[in-house]
């Protein structure tokens, strides 16, 4: 009889695992970004040495522009947006940086962006683990504000990548037809 019974919950245990369908994948997939870009690459080739880390990396959604008006559009200028879609852009610094005349300390921040027309205010936040809607404004750590070039080229999905330049990097973030840098010297 204990046989019968533990075959018989084996047998619906297995059933009911089999009815469980995967998640669909997201309309604003994840995505990450290195500084320096190559820095995995580097890594799997050992061509880094075993505990060093990289300058920072970005882990955030890439929304599409989908034909939308996207700045001025569905990203209100004047208003705090998450840089993405879903949860709040996060930045992991893994040594002091130096935005502006501040310096960024080591640590895991979100980001967010007031935008306009001519400049966008990054803001880098203390806040972690956060849906993307939820700025604290007590918590911004960091504030700059970068200008935007208008671009011809349109670009479909959200992205962000790390441009190098001369004492550091530029975190390059990219949407529609707009761009803005903001410069990280290490």
Not at 45 to 60: F, S
Not at 73 to 96: L, S
Not at 144 to 155: K, L
Request: proline share 6%.
């Amino acid at each position: 009889m204990k046989y019968f019974i533990t075959v018989l919950a084996v047998l619906v245990s297995l059933q009911s695992l089999a009815q469980q369908k995967p998640t669909e994948m997201d309309k604003s997939p994840m995505d990450v970004s290195y500084c320096p870009a190559n820095f995995p690459i580097l890594k799997m080739n050992g061509k880094v040495k075993d505990k060093e880390e990289p300058i920072a990396r970005v882990l955030y959604s890439r929304p599409q522009k989908n034909g939308r008006p996207i700045f001025g559009g569905i990203v209100r200028y004047g208003d705090v947006w998450r840089m993405g879609a879903n949860e709040a852009t996060e930045i992991d610094i893994f040594k002091p940086v130096k935005i502006g005349n501040k310096i960024l300390p080591k640590g895991r921040y979100t980001m967010y962006a007031v935008t306009s027309e001519n400049k966008w205010t990054i803001i880098f936040n203390a806040d972690r683990d956060i849906w993307g809607l939820a700025h604290t404004e007590r918590k911004d750590i960091l504030k700059i504000d970068v200008p935007v070039e208008q671009t011809a080229e349109v670009v479909e999905a959200f992205t962000i990548y790390f441009e190098p330049m001369k004492g550091g990097s530029k975190m390059m973030i990219l949407w529609d037809n707009c761009r803005a840098g903001v410069p990280m010297y290490y």
